[in-house]
């Protein structure tokens, strides 16, 4: 169900309101946008200090339909550890999840349909929380962007985000003029690999219905 790097610990995002391996102060805020959204100001609104992760007073919703795409720019080249998100409940929830690195701008859905995503996983359904998914540290070493694609609502209408955030580190300043995709596309065994240590998690903790 989702891609993980091996050594994580978890799936549920902990209670802790300080993280070290928090990477909001290097997201470029100010240039994070969005397709297919409502109100397409709203794609900043996901975007939170690790403190606000649980808030709802804030989020972006899909447009004509439940897919939208939110590309979020880092300040900084960094690593990606995990991906933790924090859904619309019920009919808004959405159920599928692709991550593509390092374009210049944002994927459009033509593009998105067309290319290998680096992260392609099926989202937990019924959590209230912040969800933590791990990805494949190899495939996500060296950033400078993600467009982040979700769709396959449960209402089959419209999607909602809460909230995106980011774990792992710092690697060196961003490099101007980079183009094209430099991070390799993690492996289709990927899927099977956080699947199986997801249900491994569940099986040992109680999570929200």
């Keep these: 169900m989702a891609s993980t790097d091996q050594g ?105 349909e067309n290319t290998k995503p680096h992260f392609n996983i099926s989202l937990l359904e019924g ?12 495939a996500f070493r060296s950033v400078h962007s993600l467009s982040l694609y979700v769709g396959d609502s449960v209402g089959g209408d419209q999607s909602r985000i809460y909230f995106i955030g980011f774990k792992g580190d710092c690697q060196s300043p961003r490099k101007e003029g980079t183009k094209g995709i430099e991070v390799p596309a993690s492996d289709a065994a990927d899927a099977s690999l956080v699947e199986r240590l997801l249900q491994r998690a569940r099986g040992q903790q109680t999570t929200a219905r």
Excluded: C
Aim: proline residues 5%; charged residues 25%; glycine residues 4%.
């Design 127 to 138: 959590e209230t929380s912040a969800v933590e998914y791990p990805v494949r540290v190899a």
């Design 8 to 112: 994580s610990n978890s799936t549920i995002e902990e209670q802790s309101d300080s993280d070290q391996s928090n990477l909001f102060q290097y997201i470029d805020r100010d240039n994070v946008h969005g397709l297919n959204l409502n109100v397409p100001e709203r794609a900043k609104d996901t975007i939170k200090p690790w403190a606000d992760r649980e808030d709802t007073t804030l989020f972006a919703d899909s447009g004509v339909d439940d897919q939208m795409i939110i590309h979020v720019p880092f300040s900084e080249t960094v690593r990606i550890r995990s991906v933790v998100l924090k859904l619309g409940r019920g009919e808004y929830t959405p159920r599928h999840l692709k991550i593509y690195a390092n374009y210049p701008n944002i994927i459009d859905f033509t593009d998105a």
